[in-house]
């Protein structure tokens, strides 16, 4: 069911201060139909209880538990923003976020190599509160080497203590699968950072990154028998997990956006079986509290859940753990799967408000269009398609940070015959077009 109008959510924000980085990221992903990476606070609208919902599925993790979370719904409905939004809370909070897409080529089970690609995505897709952006992982053990060394008081620590200490600080990591040779692994990185040896930190980064092939080449490199395989994710995202919290994090996040590249586009039933399997065994573990300090937000078209054929309600054991058991007409967001309707024209209004103070950096003298002209865009808009609510928001927002733009670079024009020309003709039906859109994120 569809939010209740709320006024701290509905309504236009005037104090949040805006960072010029902020506006340039936000204004240019705008124009190209994205969602930035940065300044989404500066955007929220009508997802209150939603990103409450997100943001207690953090709290949990950093509480030593685990959470699972799959954000449903239609192309444009706001996915992807939700997943942006809780990834930048995530670091905020001093969580590690791990994020990639899902796709034939990015899977959490294969044979041939395409599952240690996702994790590869993942861990070069690292992101904290010092590297925010990504391409975390580095730094992270950078900063995880320096702590140790103020363990040891304020002399600088020989090879040996260090090697001690490395020791005694990863042995809880040795009772799980894989950890013996986790805990090695860093201690080559160690060894390659204090004698400035960047092949070897660079090997122990690629092993990390799950990217050796054999066991021959890591052993030769490492020192190691095991590598991460393609039917070892979630083992390796587990153990990753563990030695963040070991490194003083909270806790990981995983964030996985188009799932139906699980359900929809794997085309042999024993690759999707075997991807679904995984899936379910994730979501055993954080309902049953098998895990700790680990959450996965996934995100989805209604089809890759609903779809009688290949959707994961086809599975009768996963579709008893996400199938929502509300009342009709109510909502439950406490429930695995959160689904985000598409924004109606009250919210479409406040969204429009907010993006003419983010492009004025909210100095109100500047704002080039006034208040009657954004009722009057949206009405057009919004009639140019013959409908009250967007299944993209994407359809408005374009053209009206065009309108913003080409008033800010000739302040001379009138806005009204600006405005007018920018929805006056309805864009023609294109087949070819809307299936490429379907494969865009949202």
Known sequence: MKNAHNPATSTPTETINILPREREAIMKSLAAGLVPNIGLHQLVVGRKREIQALTSDLDIVR??????????GGNGAGKTFLQHLTTAEAIRSGLVVLSADLSVNHRLHATDGRGRALYSSLLANVRTQSCPSGNGLRPLMESWISSLGFDL??????????AQLIKEHLRPLTENPGGFDLAKVLACYYQGHVNDNPALQDAALRWLRAEYS??????HDLGVGRIINDEEIYPGLKLFADFCKLAGYAGVVVVL??????????????AREANVQVLLTIINDCFQGNISGLGFVLAGTPDALEDPARGL??????????????????????SPVLRVEALGREELLVLLHNVRRVHALGDKSKYRLPDEALERFLTKALSRFGRTVLANPREVLRPFVSVLNILDQDPGQRWESVMDRAVETPQASDPAAARLENLQLQ
């Open 63 to 72: 509480q030593g538990g685990a959470s699972f979370r799959i954000i449903v």
């Open 153 to 162: 008081g304020s002399e600088a620590p020989t090879v040996e203590a260090m």
């Open 313 to 334: 309600f086809s599975v009768n054991a996963l579709r008893s753990r996400l199938q929502a058991c509300a009342p009709a007409g109510h909502a439950d967001y406490a």
């Open 257 to 270: 956006d188009e799932l139906s590249a699980l359900t929809h586009r794997l085309g042999h039933p024993r």
């Open 214 to 219: 054999t066991k021959t080449e890591a052993k």
